[in-house]
């Protein structure tokens, strides 16, 4: 099943590691991941309106996106088995 992140974005379920929201996003060592993922060009942004979540994909490699729908909605579609 695909989950629509934003925009015309969609991923596969299976590949999502992680939902985080970035307001609460204050832990150290997610901050450095998600710095070393901007150094490796591994970010896509959804949009360019302001982001509210970052989903953690594992692909070939492991990439972060930028979404501008909240951490809770995105989890509350991701456990929808409709």
Sequence with gaps: MFLH????????K?????????N???SEI???Y????VDENRIKYI???????VILVQHEKYELY???ISAS??????????
């Design 5 to 12: 992140i934003g925009e015309d974005t969609v991923i596969l």
């Design 14 to 22: 299976k590949n999502i590691v992680a939902i985080l929201n970035l």
């Design 24 to 26: 609460t996003v204050d």
């Design 30 to 32: 997610t901050n450095d």
């Design 34 to 37: 998600i710095k070393k993922r």
């Design 47 to 53: 949009t360019k309106e302001s982001h509210q979540s």
């Design 66 to 68: 930028y979404s501008p």
């Design 73 to 82: 909605t995105l989890g509350k579609r991701s456990s929808d088995n409709k």
